[in-house]
């Protein structure tokens, strides 16, 4: 099995992001067991939990896995370096479904190695108001 290029979602954090991360894990059909979200709170991940997740994704999986990581662009450059080389070399039964909301924020080399798939953001409907 070849590896899967890691996938880069750029959209605003709110739930059609998460609905959208749910649909490309039901397209490679990885169940929810299967799926394991790192801060799903959308903060920026520390150093130490991305070496968490560079271990985690080492270890041998059952099937394919998702490793859905959110607000990488909050990482800051020392974090998304820590992450990087995973990216590269990561497990044949791991896909990982990277998030952020700025590709300003966001390594170069990071979305190089990524197939990036940009949600477009909501449209605001006008709101018109009657003063009587």
Known sequence: MKNKAPILVIGQKNTKTLAYI???CHRYNISAAQQFWF????????VQ???KIVIFSQKPQPGLCAIIVCAIDAAGEI???TILKTLEEHSDTVL???TGSSEGNM???IISRCTVERIPPAKQSLVSSSQD
């Open 107 to 109: 390594l170069n080399t």
């Open 22 to 24: 749910n649909n490309i």
């Open 39 to 46: 801060n799903s709170l959308w903060k920026g991940l520390t």
């Open 96 to 98: 990982f479904i990277i």
């Open 49 to 51: 939990e991305l070496r």
């Open 79 to 81: 974090g998304q370096n």
